[in-house]
């Protein structure tokens, strides 16, 4: 049995920047809020809740002049005027990645209408969508295209945990459409190294085990890659293991989404460790 370790394992440096921030406030003040999950990981966030912050769905469950955490994936932009009016004091954790998809909404959409790659439910394109003007629309698929109204002109920009092909399809249609296509490369690159290391580590692997929470874009990103190559599972834990899982996998690849500590990764490894060592 052999066990392979991915080198991109643990958080991506965005995620590192939130939780390291959150943790340091954590350790010098209380009544820390969060609108929304600070990360894609319920360990990490129940860890965090623990320490003292409270994660809460909606700005009125804020008391006024409080402490608020601006998670890694943003917050729609009346979010941060509401939070500004009720004067709470806001720590923005945004992922810079993220931040200059901002910026860059910010100046391109007096001059274009914005065609945002990406899903629609997802918090970071809520927020982005949140920046664009009226002319601003969001697509999950190729098909979707069609749809648009008649523009002349079109800026594209993309949710920074998209999958990289099904982007690239969806840019290769529009020029059918509309006579100029201004397309912004917003996918982030350490999400990317993610994806082609699952692909690599798949094509030699019997089992692929990608580690991190079911609700993690990234994460469900990677199985998805995986698992068209070979047999993977998602798991959040290590107590989700079970030995049936390793039936005939002689060579095991384990991973982890930007969003999972590389502890987590680490007690996967030793649970697998141990179930070979007893047989």
């Given amino acids: 049995m052999e066990i392979i370790k991915g080198k991109s394992v643990g958080f991506c440096s965005g995620v590192r920047r939130a939780v390291r921030g959150a943790e340091k406030l954590l350790d010098s003040s209380r009544g820390i809020y969060c609108l929304g999950e600070i990360i ?15 994660v809460v769905p909606d700005l009125s469950q804020v008391p006024p002049g409080a402490l ?3 998670r890694s994936h943003g917050i729609p932009r009346p979010l941060v005027v509401r939070a500004r009016r009720k004067k709470l004091k806001l720590h923005d954790f ?18 274009y209408p914005l065609v945002i790659v990406g899903n629609g439910s997802h918090p970071e394109v809520q927020a982005i969508r949140s920046l664009g003007s009226e002319k601003t629309w969001v697509v999950e698929k190729k098909e979707e295209i069609a749809s648009l109204p008649d523009m002349e002109k079109v800026a594209v920009v993309v949710q920074t945990t ?27 690159e350490e ?9 690599a580590l798949a094509e030699v692997s019997d089992l692929v085990i990608i580690v991190g929470g079911l609700n993690s874009s990234n994460t ?11 047999r993977s599972v998602q798991i959040e834990r290590a107590e989700e293991l079970e030995k049936r899982l390793f039936k005939d996998a002689g060579k095991i690849a384990i991973i982890s989404g930007a969003s999972t500590p590389e502890e ?16």
């Fill in 40 to 54: 894609h990981n319920p360990n990490v966030v129940e860890s965090l809740r623990k320490k003292g912050m409270k």
């Fill in 68 to 70: 608020l955490i601006i």
């Fill in 220 to 230: 469900r990103m990677l199985y998805r890659t995986a698992s068209a190559v070979t």
């Fill in 162 to 188: 998209f999958d990289p092909s099904a982007f690239l399809e969806i840019v290769s249609v529009m020029p059918v459409r509309f006579k100029e296509v201004l397309v912004h490369n917003t996918l982030c």
């Fill in 94 to 111: 945004t992922c810079p990645r993220v931040k200059k998809i901002h910026e860059l909404v910010l100046k391109i959409k007096k001059r």
């Fill in 191 to 199: 999400t990317i190294l993610r994806q082609k290391e699952a692909r």
């Fill in 264 to 279: 987590a990764v680490n007690k996967i490894i030793r649970k697998v460790k141990l179930f070979y060592s007893n047989g």
